[in-house]
């Protein structure tokens, strides 16, 4: 059975950092990404990674967050720097059994537990 299990987040002052990590358990696909959810807006991805170790951001945390993978741990990460108000949502590692992942929430076949991220001006 596959498990996500994410720590990290929490409360930081624009410009603060803080790292997200996701612990993976059973067998997925080396495919994996971030998502994030603020109230009232729709799950959108904010980074991914695949097997070769190619990433992709959305624009609006290009240059400020870093997603990165220990296959030895199993685990995902993704760091972010010179965070702003408006990163605050709840952040969802996610990951597909078979490569390449989509965009789309709706393709993602497991999902962490979510960690709230609020950064305060």
């Known amino acids: 059975q596959v498990q996500l299990v994410q720590s990290g987040g929490g409360s930081v002052q624009a410009g603060g950092s803080l790292r997200l990590s996701c612990a993976v358990s059973?067998?997925?696909?080396?495919?994996m990404g971030w998502f994030r959810q603020a109230p009232g807006k729709e799950r959108e991805e904010v980074a991914t990674i695949n097997t070769i170790g190619f990433t992709t951001y959305a624009d609006s945390v290009k240059g400020r967050f870093t997603i990165s993978k220990d296959n030895a741990k199993d685990t995902l990460y993704l760091e972010m720097n010179n965070l702003k108000p408006e990163d605050t949502a709840m952040y969802y590692c996610?990951?597909?059994?078979?490569?390449?992942?989509?965009?789309?929430?709706?393709?993602?076949?497991?999902w962490g537990q979510g960690t709230q991220v609020t950064v305060s001006s």
């Open positions: 059973g067998y997925v696909s080396n495919c």
């Open positions: 996610a990951a597909v059994r078979l490569c390449p992942m989509s965009s789309s929430p709706k393709s993602i076949d497991y």
